[in-house]
């Protein structure tokens, strides 16, 4: 079994900042991708960023520029730093990852999410 936990959400005003961390643990023999993705009110849940086990990094359109993913492989962890924030990025946002129990078959996890609020 695969746990996916974030942290670092909470509350902020527009043109702040917040990092947002996601730890996986149990059983893994190897972790390909892991992003974050994001589900606002009403709407559905959308990417925000990826980034592969070898480094290759995909941003959605509306956080090039403001946000950055990045790994620490040896930590099976994944975070996401996030300057400029807007009040349309308000969500919750979930960690996802594509891990390897064993060094077969990857599975697909997801986080619990975290509540990201930007409002003045």
């Known amino acids: 079994q695969v746990q996916l936990v974030e942290s670092g959400g909470g509350s902020v005003q527009p043109g702040g900042s917040l990092r947002l961390s996601c730890a996986a643990s149990g059983s893994i023999f190897s972790i390909n991708a892991m992003g974050w993705y994001r589900q606002a009110p009403g709407k559905q849940r959308e990417l925000v960023a990826t980034?592969?086990?070898?480094?290759?990094?995909n941003y959605a359109d509306s956080v090039k520029g403001r946000f950055t993913i990045s790994r620490d492989n040896a930590k099976n962890t994944v975070y996401l730093q996030m300057n400029s924030l807007k009040p349309e990025d308000t969500a919750i946002y979930y960690c996802?990852?594509?891990?390897?129990?064993?060094?077969?078959?990857?599975?697909?996890?997801w986080g619990q999410g975290t509540q990201v609020t930007v409002s003045s």
């Open positions: 980034v592969t086990s070898g480094g290759s990094i």
């Open positions: 996802n990852a594509d891990v390897r129990p064993t060094g077969y078959m990857a599975y697909n996890y």
